[in-house]
Structure formats: structure tokens, C-alpha cells
């Protein structure tokens, strides 16, 4: 079965530092991987597909099949980056349900 | 706001009623998602539709729980003999296709007292 692992329940940057949030997962074909975030007291978001290869807010994050990692990276932390991120899979082929990571508080001080 | 939208936002109930959510997705989005959250961990993939056809259901999904999409359109999500292990965030999302962006609802969140 899929398994996705987001093994750092809070990551505490100062503004300005380099973000790098890990994302590993277990999956036997070719999966397609997400990161959704949620601001305080907003709704989950799509943040970013592996697929658009686009950077979202600053954000970016390249699939490694090779170490099956999807890692979200940001060069320059800002306040506003802090939020709840998940790291999801959605199976190939014509499966659509997401699995998610157990999520990773960001947390951007001054 | 023509979102996802999920009522009630919040419910309190005792242990062994029934309660019941309502999803509202997003015009014509054919595929309709339920998921449940627990405190520090993820949303839980719990059932999805294409249209009014419930097409996968997980392990999760005692049968406690019962899901419908009538029409198509909105959907319900149905626990009866509600135990304290229910409490927990209840989202709903809907996508155009299998392959699109899932738009996700604020939730409704159950207490079970």
C-alpha cells in the first residue's frame, strides 16, 4: 500500500533562512505528488503538483524517484509561509484519492 | 464564496445518535471526495464519487457510515451509533476529473460526547 512520511512534526526557520520540508513516500508505480498547505483558520490548498514543475509563493519541489522523495524547498523564508504543509500521493492511472503525510508545521519567527 | 462548502461547520453530539454532513462541491465538479482528520495526522482518504456512483470506499468506512450523491450534486455523509472515536474533522473536496486539482471544503468538525 502507498505510504506517504513527513517526518518532522515542526520546523521552526527564521525569516530569511532557507525552508526545506522532507516528504518521502512508498509507492510501487508512478505516483503523483502534491503539497497542500493550510493557513490558520483557512481551508487546505493545492500548493504545488509535481507535474507543473513551477514554482508556487517561492516554492519549489522536484520528484527523486530514485530516493522516492518529494522535498518542498524555499530559498528566503517569510512570515507568511507559516502554515501546516502536507505532502500527498495520488496513485497513477485513473485512481484519484490522495494520500497524505501527517504534515509539517512551519513556523517562520523573526 | 463558490467554494466547497460543508454544513454544518460544527457538531456536538452524544454517543449513539446519528448525525449527518452535507458537502456542497463545486458546480460541476463530476468527483466528490470524503476524508477524515484526527488530531496530528493527515486527512484520511474515506470515500469518493463520480456523479451519483460511489466508486471506492476505504477500510475506514464502517458500516456506521453511509455516504450518498444524489443527482450528483450535493452529497451526504451519514454516521449512525456514533462512538467517542468519530470525533474528528470530516472534509469534503471535489475535482472536475480524476486527474484535476481537488478543491477542498473548511470541514466540519464532530465531537462525540
Known amino acids: 500500500a502507498q505510504r506517504v512520511t513527513q517526518p518532522e512534526k515542526l520546523l521552526s526557520v527564521f525569516k530569511g533562512a532557507p525552508v526545506e520540508l522532507k516528504c518521502n513516500y512508498s509507492?510501487?508505480?508512478?505516483?503523483?505528488l502534491f503539497w497542500y498547505v493550510q493557513y490558520s483558520r483557512q481551508r487546505l490548498q493545492l500548493l504545488l503538483r509535481h507535474i507543473s514543475r513551477e514554482s508556487i509563493k517561492g516554492f519549489t519541489a522536484d520528484l527523486n524517484k530514485g530516493e522516492t522523495s518529494f522535498h518542498l524547498k524555499k530559498p528566503f523564508a517569510q512570515e507568511e509561509d507559516s502554515a501546516m504543509y502536507y505532502c500527498a500521493l495520488r496513485e497513477g492511472g485513473t485512481a484519484s484519492k490522495l494520500t497524505f503525510g501527517t504534515g509539517t508545521r512551519l513556523q517562520v519567527t523573526l | 464564496d463558490t467554494g466547497v462548502s460543508q454544513d454544518p461547520r460544527h457538531k456536538i453530539t452524544k454517543r449513539g445518535q446519528n448525525v449527518t454532513f452535507r458537502c456542497d462541491p463545486i458546480?460541476?465538479?463530476?468527483?466528490l471526495y470524503w476524508y477524515r482528520q484526527t488530531l496530528g495526522q493527515g486527512p484520511e482518504f474515506l470515500t469518493y464519487?463520480?456523479?451519483?456512483?460511489?466508486?471506492?470506499k476505504s477500510r475506514l468506512l464502517s458500516d456506521r457510515f453511509s455516504a450518498e450523491r444524489p443527482k450528483g450534486s450535493f452529497s451526504t455523509l451519514e454516521i449512525q451509533r456514533t462512538e467517542q472515536g468519530d470525533s474528528a474533522m470530516y472534509l469534503c473536496?471535489?475535482?472536475?476529473?480524476?486527474?484535476?486539482?481537488?478543491?477542498f471544503g473548511q470541514g466540519t468538525r464532530l465531537t462525540v460526547v
Open positions: 458546480s460541476e465538479h463530476n468527483r
Open positions: 473536496a471535489s475535482s472536475r476529473n480524476g486527474v484535476t486539482e481537488a478543491f
Open positions: 464519487f463520480q456523479n451519483e456512483a460511489q466508486l471506492e
Open positions: 509507492y510501487s508505480g508512478s505516483p503523483e
